[in-house]
């Protein structure tokens, strides 16, 4: 395969809400650029960038796949990204390695709330937007597209602008016309994807040379020279046109507005044609700010803080030092773990031997390649700015930053949201159990979303992902490529009891059969402590009443049955408890004996201690747009959640609250359908409080049901 200058590659993240036709758009690209035999579909897994068996199951991409390109004389690399709320963590992820954005709207929907989203996160990364209204040859799509046209610029401004019009004819969309060069293309719908050159439709004239005129007053303003040329000569000459828009698109001045067909072909060519002359290369890429030293596990990278002048520029540039940032990984059966990473600059060739900075340790990139889909294809080298992949590093993982040794650079890393729903995992068998762990971290190096770890309060395997959706992709996952079945369960609520007053009794354990015998006998006095104190033991013991030796046994039979709980068998907490007093006998008291003693004590004083259930109080930020804002407080109002706050910042909701965890089990999906997919939230224990009475009633009456159907059979 040909290797390409930085001047030479176009970089594209395609993003989009979902369903809007962008695997299959990228399809019909590749199509036309003679890239694959015929037009891949999502439906029979023929897509080129719909490689994964679950994503063919559910018709939906669910993570970033990467595809090229070869169209006169320039690759294009083209990152499929998902549209489905839960999975637009890997759509933020894709930005890093491109320089342009590819913002695919369905045409008969218009805007739609995962658009706004995609939009915000190339506007952070600051990338060129350039709109493609797809499926242009549905039936609703000619009636929407003007709404939705004018719902785009008024949600995102006066420069998003069509370059093209979209032609309509008997046999419903046709082609295009150019508002640059004033060409109209015709194409045969399912064909090839070539245009054929004509003359613009009879009755498009009038309305093609007032778009122009739009077009051609709007790339000149702000530029004083365009301006005066302009206004001297009614217009600016093609070539100019075209060099003054390709600079108001790269400098976000313009945000173009083409139209085309996935599922027909129409369109493609001149889109590649549109790429290639008007998207920026990564030679034009400003220079790339990463870190000189890594941040220490933990640290933030906030611009404010003790790191905040570390960063150094490294230029996209073939005679800079070899540098490149792994984005993605994808665990493959066969290939093992394979890395896609950007080359930000230098010139990485086959089989070199690079440091990974990250990890302090050596790599070399043995069978170098770029990924088509799921397919590599193995090339020489790769030239600053290109984007390629290499299979079985040996300690390399996303986010992971590699180059010479001497010129180490840190770039920063993809931020992940935290995850939205937790669930308990059981494996179904023994030979699961073995499998789940290995299986779950190679799912985990592929996705950063997911979370796999054991709960210290209740002992359970816990998974935690974007949604329920997300999580059961992950358990399909399991089964398909790992072959190991789990069951999902709702987590358990970690609930602590506690004590309301004080309380004293005394324990006296007492067991005689032939020979030695079990005496102890105790009194100790429990007290509540402020939430958050744990549990605390007071010797208070004088004048021998019992041998030091076997203290330590009776506060070990207390902290045995507060462990055990009272109420419903949730431990107890916050409560000091005082030993002082007891007596022993000289040759039946040992420490079971005492311990014994502890446990028959302990229980006596909480039936008097007014016992009470505590449960875990989340502290929760909530960000969505401001019009949900209302709807979102009697929501929580709704789960026993207190408000504490409320920011507003450029049309946006920050909410802070504390609620219940047991109320938050299942929150992401409610704040997707409060918010329709635009909201986020993040959550972490803050403290424990006191269980509503009705509610602790049901708590203890449900942890009562087993134990009497135990006792009855």
Same mark, same amino acid.
């Given at each position: 395969?040909?290797?390409?200058?930085?001047?030479?590659?176009?970089?594209?993240?395609?993003?989009?809400?979902?369903?809007?036709?962008?695997?299959?758009?990228?399809?019909?690209?590749?199509?036309?650029?003679?890239?694959?035999?015929?037009?891949?579909?999502?439906?029979?897994?023929?897509?080129?960038?719909?490689?994964?068996? =679950?994503? $063919?199951?559910?018709?939906? @991409? &669910? !993570? #970033?796949?990467?595809?090229? /390109?070869?169209?006169? %004389?320039?690759?294009?690399?083209?990152?499929?990204?998902?549209?489905?709320?839960?999975?637009?963590?890997?759509?933020?992820?894709?930005?890093?390695?491109?320089?342009?954005?590819?913002?695919?709207?369905?045409?008969?929907?218009?805007?739609?709330?995962?658009?706004?989203?995609?939009?915000?996160?190339?506007?952070?990364?600051?990338?060129?937007?350039?709109?493609?209204?797809?499926?242009?040859?549905?039936?609703?799509?000619?009636?929407?597209?003007?709404?939705?046209?004018?719902?785009?610029?008024?949600?995102?401004?006066?420069?998003?602008?069509?370059?093209?019009?979209?032609?309509?004819?008997?046999?419903?969309? =046709?082609? $295009?016309?150019?508002?640059? @060069? &004033? !060409? #109209?293309?015709?194409?045969? /719908?399912?064909?090839? %994807?070539?245009?054929?050159?004509?003359?613009?439709?009879?009755?498009?004239?009038?309305?093609?040379?007032?778009?122009?005129?739009?077009?051609?007053?709007?790339?000149?303003?702000?530029?004083?020279?365009?301006?005066?040329?302009?206004?001297?000569?009614?217009?600016?000459?093609?070539?100019?046109?075209?060099?003054?828009?390709?600079?108001?698109?790269?400098?976000?001045?313009?945000?173009?507005?083409?139209?085309?067909?996935?599922?027909?072909?129409?369109?493609?060519?001149?889109?590649?044609?549109?790429?290639?002359?008007?998207?920026?290369?990564?030679?034009?890429?400003?220079?790339?700010?990463?870190?000189?030293?890594?941040?220490?596990?933990?640290?933030?990278?906030?611009?404010?803080?003790?790191?905040?002048?570390?960063?150094?520029?490294?230029?996209?540039?073939?005679?800079?030092?070899?540098?490149?940032?792994?984005?993605?990984?994808?665990?493959?059966?066969?290939?093992?773990?394979?890395?896609?990473?950007?080359?930000?600059?230098?010139?990485?060739?086959?089989?070199?031997?690079?440091?990974?900075?990250?990890?302090?340790?050596?790599?070399?990139?043995?069978?170098?390649?770029?990924?088509?889909?799921?397919?590599?294809?193995?090339?020489?080298?790769?030239?600053?700015?290109?984007?390629?992949?290499?299979?079985?590093?040996?300690?390399?993982?996303?986010?992971?930053?590699?180059?010479?040794?001497?010129?180490?650079?840190?770039?920063?890393?993809?931020?992940?949201?935290?995850?939205?729903?937790?669930?308990?995992?059981?494996?179904?068998?023994?030979?699961?159990?073995?499998?789940?762990?290995?299986?779950?971290?190679?799912?985990?190096?592929?996705?950063?979303?997911?979370?796999?770890?054991?709960?210290?309060?209740?002992?359970?395997?816990?998974?935690?992902?974007?949604?329920?959706?997300?999580?059961?992709?992950?358990?399909?996952?399991?089964?398909?490529?790992?072959?190991?079945?789990?069951?999902?369960?709702?987590?358990?609520?970690?609930?602590?009891?506690?004590?309301?007053?004080?309380?004293?009794?005394?324990?006296?354990?007492?067991?005689?059969?032939?020979?030695?015998?079990?005496?102890?006998?105790?009194?100790?006095?429990?007290?509540?402590?402020?939430?958050?104190?744990?549990?605390?033991?007071?010797?208070?013991?004088?004048?021998?009443?019992?041998?030091?030796?076997?203290?330590?046994?009776?506060?070990?039979?207390?902290?045995?049955?507060?462990?055990?709980?009272?109420?419903?068998?949730?431990?107890?907490?916050?409560?000091?408890?005082?030993?002082?007093?007891?007596?022993?006998?000289?040759?039946?008291?040992?420490?079971?004996?005492?311990?014994?003693?502890?446990?028959?004590?302990?229980?006596?004083?909480?039936?008097?201690?007014?016992?009470?259930?505590?449960?875990?109080?989340?502290?929760?930020?909530?960000?969505?747009?401001?019009?949900?804002?209302?709807?979102?407080?009697?929501?929580?109002?709704?789960?026993?959640?207190?408000?504490?706050?409320?920011?507003?910042?450029?049309?946006?909701?920050?909410?802070?609250?504390?609620?219940?965890?047991?109320?938050?089990?299942?929150?992401?999906?409610?704040?997707?359908?409060?918010?329709?997919?635009?909201?986020?939230?993040?959550?972490?224990?803050?403290?424990?409080?006191?269980?509503?009475?009705?509610?602790?009633?049901?708590?203890?009456?449900?942890?009562?049901?087993?134990?009497?159907?135990?006792?009855?059979?």
């Amino acid at each position: 395969m040909k290797s390409y200058l930085g001047n030479e590659i176009r970089n594209v993240a395609v993003v989009g809400h979902a369903h809007s036709g962008k695997t299959t758009l990228i399809s019909a690209l590749l199509h036309a650029a003679h890239m694959t035999p015929r037009l891949g579909h999502v439906e029979d897994g023929s897509a080129v960038t719909a490689y994964d068996e =679950e994503e $063919v199951a559910r018709r939906t @991409t &669910m !993570q #970033a796949a990467v595809a090229f /390109a070869e169209w006169n %004389g320039i690759k294009v690399n083209l990152v499929d990204t998902p549209g489905f709320h839960m999975f637009l963590h890997e759509a933020r992820a894709a930005m890093i390695p491109v320089e342009a954005a590819l913002v695919v709207i369905n045409a008969p929907c218009g805007l739609e709330p995962m658009t706004e989203r995609v939009w915000l996160y190339a506007e952070e990364f600051n990338l060129p937007r350039v709109v493609v209204f797809n499926q242009m040859d549905h039936p609703r799509a000619a009636e929407n597209v003007h709404s939705a046209i004018n719902a785009l610029r008024e949600r995102f401004g006066r420069h998003l602008l069509p370059v093209q019009l979209p032609i309509y004819g008997e046999g419903g969309f =046709e082609g $295009v016309v150019d508002l640059v @060069t &004033m !060409q #109209a293309f015709f194409y045969t /719908a399912n064909g090839d %994807g070539a245009g054929r050159i004509g003359e613009i439709p009879e009755f498009m004239r009038e309305a093609a040379q007032a778009a122009h005129e739009v077009l051609v007053e709007l790339v000149a303003e702000g530029k004083d020279e365009l301006m005066e040329e302009f206004f001297a000569k009614g217009t600016i000459p093609e070539q100019r046109l075209i060099t003054a828009l390709h600079d108001a698109i790269r400098e976000d001045r313009i945000f173009p507005v083409l139209f085309a067909s996935g599922g027909a072909c129409i369109g493609t060519d001149h889109l590649l044609d549109f790429l290639k002359v008007y998207a920026p290369s990564p030679a034009e890429r400003a220079p790339v700010a990463a870190r000189s030293e890594q941040l220490p596990p933990g640290m933030s990278a906030a611009a404010d803080g003790p790191f905040a002048q570390e960063f150094v520029m490294r230029k996209v540039d073939d005679q800079e030092p070899p540098s490149l940032f792994i984005f993605k990984t994808m665990s493959d059966p066969f290939a093992g773990r394979i890395s896609f990473f950007k080359v930000f600059s230098g010139v990485v060739k086959n089989d070199v031997t690079l440091s990974n900075y990250s990890r302090h340790s050596v790599e070399k990139l043995s069978h170098l390649c770029v990924m088509q889909g799921h397919t590599a294809v193995p090339v020489a080298d790769l030239h600053a700015g290109d984007l390629g992949a290499v299979a079985k590093l040996k300690e390399t993982y996303t986010c992971d930053s590699l180059g010479d040794k001497g010129h180490e650079i840190f770039f920063e890393p993809v931020m992940v949201p935290e995850a939205a729903m937790t669930w308990a995992i059981e494996p179904r068998t023994r030979a699961d159990e073995d499998r789940l762990a290995t299986a779950l971290h190679r799912l985990m190096e592929e996705d950063l979303l997911v979370r796999f770890f054991r709960d210290p309060q209740t002992n359970e395997f816990l998974i935690s992902g974007a949604g329920q959706p997300h999580i059961e992709a992950v358990v399909s996952k399991l089964r398909r490529r790992y072959r190991t079945e789990v069951t999902l369960k709702a987590p358990k609520v970690p609930y602590r009891e506690t004590i309301r007053s004080k309380a004293d009794a005394q324990g006296r354990h007492k067991k005689q059969t032939g020979g030695h015998g079990q005496f102890g006998d105790c009194k100790i006095r429990i007290e509540p402590l402020p939430r958050g104190s744990g549990f605390e033991f007071v010797n208070d013991i004088f004048g021998g009443a019992i041998p030091r030796a076997y203290i330590p046994a009776v506060e070990k039979g207390i902290q045995e049955a507060a462990a055990r709980g009272f109420l419903a068998g949730y431990p107890v907490m916050d409560f000091r408890a005082t030993l002082y007093d007891g007596s022993f006998h000289e040759v039946d008291s040992n420490e079971l004996s005492f311990r014994m003693a502890g446990r028959l004590a302990f229980r006596k004083c909480m039936e008097q201690a007014r016992p009470a259930l505590l449960e875990p109080v989340m502290r929760v930020e909530i960000d969505a747009p401001e019009e949900f804002a209302g709807a979102l407080m009697g929501d929580l109002n709704q789960r026993r959640g207190r408000v504490q706050g409320m920011d507003s910042r450029g049309g946006a909701t920050l909410l802070r609250a504390e609620v219940p965890m047991a109320e938050m089990l299942s929150y992401g999906q409610t704040l997707t359908a409060l918010t329709q997919g635009r909201g986020s939230f993040h959550m972490e224990m803050d403290h424990y409080d006191l269980v509503p009475q009705p509610l602790a009633e049901k708590l203890i009456a449900g942890a009562k049901l087993p134990e009497a159907e135990e006792l009855a059979s």
